[in-house]
Nanobody, 124 residues
């Protein structure tokens, strides 16, 4: 199985930027579609962005389009989430996820492997 470890979270003012990283280990990284999800207390974990194994296909939740960018560096076994123009409603724990498949999907239950999460807090 693959192990995932997120980093890069923190406190930022509204309008600011953060870049999250997720380092993968344990199995061949290019076998996995990667995704980012986020969760706030009392709410379901929601899809943020996903990227295909080669990086050629990306998908975003509507509210993140134009502000967030997902990318991956297969040589470094790492996936990134660049977050710009952050808003207080982006405050959440952000999770990296992986699925051994071809298609990028938005459904949480289709991702088998998860990191521990990293907290992002956006102040107004």
């Amino acid at each position: 199985q693959v192990q995932l470890a997120e980093s890069g979270g923190g406190l930022v003012q509204a309008g600011g930027s953060l870049r999250l990283s997720c380092a993968a280990s344990g199995r061949t990284f290019t076998n996995y579609v990667m995704g980012w999800f986020r969760q706030t207390p009392g709410k379901e974990r929601e899809f943020v962005a996903g990227i295909s194994r080669s990086g050629g296909v990306t998908q975003y939740a509507d509210s993140m389009k134009g502000r967030f960018t997902i990318s991956r560096d297969n040589a470094k076994n790492t996936v990134y989430l660049q977050m710009n123009n952050l808003k207080p409603e982006d405050t959440a724990v952000y999770y990296c996820a992986a699925r051994m498949a071809i298609a990028v999907v938005t459904t949480r239950n289709d991702y088998r492997y998860w990191g521990q999460g990293t907290q992002v807090t956006v102040s107004s």
